[in-house]
């Protein structure tokens, strides 16, 4: 499989995983901070599996789930759930593309 689908791939999983996991807590519009969680880890596998980034894949998933999950974090000011599963969702992500991915360079 592509590098990118299984980044596509496992972001959906980390997606569904994160929006579950909000699923118990009260928000003033809880549909669009469920929609917000999702896109924002879907973000984090698609861009770990478009990434052509020559380092380890766990360091390239790291960098990506850090950086896109800073915003969130910043807004809501729940630095450390926020950013936390992005850090382990980007490390773990980084692994699967790493792993499993078939780099595809176009020429």
């Keep these: 499989m592509s590098s990118f689908s299984v980044g596509v791939l496992s972001g959906l999983v980390f997606g569904v995983v994160a929006v579950l996991s ?3 807590l009260e928000f003033p519009d809880k ?3 469920l929609s917000a969680a999702f896109l924002n880890r879907l973000a984090i596998g698609v861009a770990i599996g478009a990434a052509q980034i020559a ?26 759930p926020i950013v936390g599963m992005g850090a382990v969702g980007g490390v773990l992500i980084g692994l699967a593309v ?4 078939i780099a595809r360079i176009a020429a």
């Design 31 to 33: 549909p669009a901070a």
């Design 55 to 80: 380092w380890p894949g766990w360091a390239v998933g790291l960098m990506f789930g850090l950086l896109l999950s800073l915003p969130e974090a910043i807004i809501t000011k729940a630095w450390a």
């Design 98 to 101: 790493s792993h499993w991915g």
């Design 22 to 24: 909000m699923l118990p």
